[in-house]
């Protein structure tokens, strides 16, 4: 049986353990919506840029806008909203600001993602 081109079981039997099992490990709502609101930060593709350029190596804003061909005040406007999101970090040197990825999460899931859209 098929609905809108995906296939569907032929008969409706529910799977009770299994169902049961899924629903005791189940988060919350709120913290479903956490992660959804983390997933639409990765659904923007300058910021996949940067936190790309940034899994290579820590760089300044100036280094970024070179590197990424744009403006300080785009790259800055980007850089704020992941920051906001827990996604890089700074540091001051100077008068430069440096910037990184936040943690080895953040790299682990654009190599992930990278090896996802790879695959054949």
């Not at 940067?50 to 804003?61: G, P, T």
């Amino acid at each position: 049986m098929k609905y809108n081109d995906i296939e569907c079981c032929e008969k409706n039997e529910i799977h009770k353990d299994v169902v049961e099992a899924v629903m005791k490990n189940m988060p919350d709502e709120n913290e479903l919506y956490d992660l959804a609101e983390l997933f639409k930060v990765f659904g923007d593709s300058t910021r996949i840029r940067i936190l790309f350029v940034l899994s290579e190596a820590e760089v300044c804003v100036c280094d970024l806008a070179m590197t990424l061909n744009m403006t300080q005040s785009a790259i800055s406007h980007q850089l704020k909203i992941l920051k906001q999101n827990k996604l890089v970090k700074s540091r001051r040197e100077g008068k430069s600001i440096f910037y990184s990825l936040a943690d080895d999460h953040v790299k682990t899931i654009i190599a992930q993602g990278m090896e996802h859209i790879e695959e054949d």
